[in-house]
């Protein structure tokens, strides 16, 4: 357990409407990283960031953006939310982006866009 | 590019069956290798590792074993629990890339 949290752990929202999703985590990781979780579709790499205010897109990074203001807090916003973006987002971290290092998950959001 | 191939669910088991679930994955070099589980309403931990060839990662029963020569880590279990029932995610992790590359993951549901 590398002690991450993730607000809110439920959404509805309606189209339009611009949400935040926040990660919190208390190991001092360096990488962090969001992910979507669709039927049929697995895991999906959306953001991540490699170090405070340093974010790279992932595969399906349009209508989302990050910001890393901090070690431990990792944002996701949507800028005007749509029905395709309801999913489940997690939240993850790792220590130094070694391959043999552990990458571990948050507990989840689940948005639903209405 | 990297990707993972692993076995399409569902897998349905009765208890003490025994589990195999195939991942094969393509990469360059000698990547690292995973499973990761995911119980209902949870996010994914991890299960088990191996980081080079001919490694055996083993962790709750679980055996996962790295081979080189057929691109595969599949996931075995002697005997399932009604427990165990999860979705399971094999992936891989390259040098020099700070991402895991995940496979689409299979659900396992074991019966009493």
């Known amino acids: 357990d590398a002690g991450i949290t993730q607000s809110p752990r439920h959404k509805v929202t309606e189209t339009g409407t611009p949400v935040t999703l926040r990660c919190h985590q208390t190991?001092?990781?360096?990488?962090m990283y969001w992910y979507r979780q669709d039927p049929g579709h697995g895991l999906r790499l959306i953001h991540y960031?490699?170090?405070?205010?340093?974010?790279d897109k992932g595969e399906v990074s349009d209508g989302y953006s990050v910001s890393r203001s901090k070690t431990e807090d990792f944002l996701l916003t949507l800028e005007s939310a749509t029905s395709s973006q309801t999913s489940v987002y997690f939240c993850?971290?790792?220590?130094?982006?070694?391959?043999?290092?552990?990458?571990?998950f948050g507990p989840g959001t689940r948005l639903t866009v209405l | 590019g990297n990707s993972v191939t692993q076995m399409e669910g569902p897998v349905t088991l009765s208890e003490e069956a025994f589990l195999t679930i195939n991942c094969t994955y393509t990469?360059?070099?000698?990547?690292?290798l995973f499973w990761y589980v995911q119980y209902p309403g949870e996010g994914l931990q991890l299960l088990l590792k191996?980081?080079?060839?001919?490694d055996k990662g083993s962790n709750k029963g679980f055996e996962a074993t790295y081979r080189k020569e057929t691109t595969s880590f599949h996931l075995e279990k002697g005997s399932v629990q009604v427990s165990d029932s999860a979705v399971y995610f094999c992936?891989?992790?390259?040098?020099?890339?700070?991402?895991?590359?995940f496979g689409k993951g299979t659900k396992l549901t074991v019966n009493p």
């Open positions: 993850a971290t790792r220590t130094s982006g070694g391959p043999a290092d552990t990458q571990y």
């Open positions: 190991e001092n990781h360096r990488y």
């Open positions: 960031s490699y170090g405070v205010k340093d974010t």
């Open positions: 990469a360059t070099g000698y990547p690292s």
């Open positions: 191996a980081t080079k060839a001919d």
């Open positions: 992936a891989l992790a390259q040098g020099g890339s700070e991402k895991l590359v």
